[in-house]
């Protein structure tokens, strides 16, 4: 059984971590707006950061591919 105060470092950690998703989208959008990207592109990225963000929340625990995916187009990109 998980103890109070486990389950208070779980809830700072993941509020601390939210904060920091947010902080992170933020300076995407600022850098690629620096880069001109149009507004259907930063609309569309945008989609895309939300729907991920929804299917790993809703995704099972035990869902690894879901939940950690292999994205073949980032990886494509920055295997360098």
């Given at each position: 059984?998980?103890?109070?105060?486990?389950?208070?470092?779980?809830?700072?950690?993941?509020?601390?971590?939210?904060?920091?998703?947010?902080?992170?989208?933020?300076?995407l959008?600022?850098?690629?707006?620096?880069?001109?990207?149009?507004?259907?592109?930063?609309?569309?990225i945008?989609?895309?950061?939300?729907?991920?963000?929804?299917?790993?929340?809703?995704?099972?625990?035990?869902?690894?591919?879901?939940?950690?995916?292999?994205?073949?187009?980032?990886?494509?990109?920055?295997?360098?």
């Amino acid at each position: 059984m998980v103890s109070e105060e486990q389950i208070k470092e779980i809830r700072d950690r993941v509020d601390r971590q939210h904060r920091e998703l947010y902080k992170a989208i933020k300076i995407l959008t600022r850098d690629m707006i620096d880069l001109n990207y149009s507004k259907e592109d930063l609309e569309e990225i945008r989609d895309d950061i939300h729907q991920r963000i929804d299917r790993y929340m809703n995704a099972e625990l035990d869902d690894k591919e879901l939940l950690f995916p292999v994205d073949k187009e980032y990886t494509r990109h920055h295997n360098d």
